[in-house]
């Protein structure tokens, strides 16, 4: 089950405002507003506002927001909420890094266009303006919530080590059980590399950013990450992958001992 604990000030409250507003067009403004303050640990909208200025840390309350909406007669499942707050921390990290978009960071290398040409910098850099778009799009902000539920299990470490690779952590991520608080289901289900490094700068994970042989921003980034349980959770989010079954391999070579190659042969 994903949980949330965000940071709340007035540009974060106002882009969960605007999440919900795409997310519940039909829900009456004064309506989202109430429900999100109480969403957010407030007995009102008003109370929100008279505390605004020191809010700091909240957990997100799916019960009492829900709770609100449906005396209302809307449906107001967790997602609702969740979408928004995961829409607000997505534009935050994107403040923080103008290299970040949906598809990993960086400008990376340039491509051809259909005509056969290579772009150029202005299209290059036009290019890396669309990808940023893409990750402000609401719809991405499930794939943010199901990396915040896998990585939440992922202890930090003092230094970031090698074997913390975005891309791989986003394909961990996606294969990852998770629900939101009322049980609608969450994951597995597909995560870009992009909002894969939303969920973990939000959760104060620090990265690296590296550079490809030819000199170009590479899109994946490493992290200061506990390599054993990313470990742990690649195996068992991935029984088949190429990290299990390396396991297995060592764990019947060990068992077999010299009698291994036979072992496996029969």
Known sequence: MVELDIFLNSVTLDRMKSGLRLIAPTIKSSHRTEALARGLGFQSNAEL??????AGPRRLDPSAFSLYLTARGFEAPASLLFRAAAHAITLNAMDRDDRLHKWGWGFGQPKRRDDGRWETPHQHYDRMQEYREELKDILVADQVLRALAMLAEVPSTKSIRPDTDSYR??????NFPCTYPDG????????ANGPLIVAATHLGFRYKTGYDGQGYEWPNVTFNMSQSHLLELDIRCR???ARAQD???????KKFGSLWPQARAA
């Open 184 to 191: 609608e289901p969450l994951g597995p289900d597909y995560v």
């Open 247 to 253: 396991r297995r391999r060592k764990q019947d070579a």
């Open 49 to 54: 506002r008279a505390r605004l200025a020191d």
């Open 239 to 241: 029984p088949n992958g």
């Open 169 to 174: 952590l986003k394909h961990i991520a996606e």
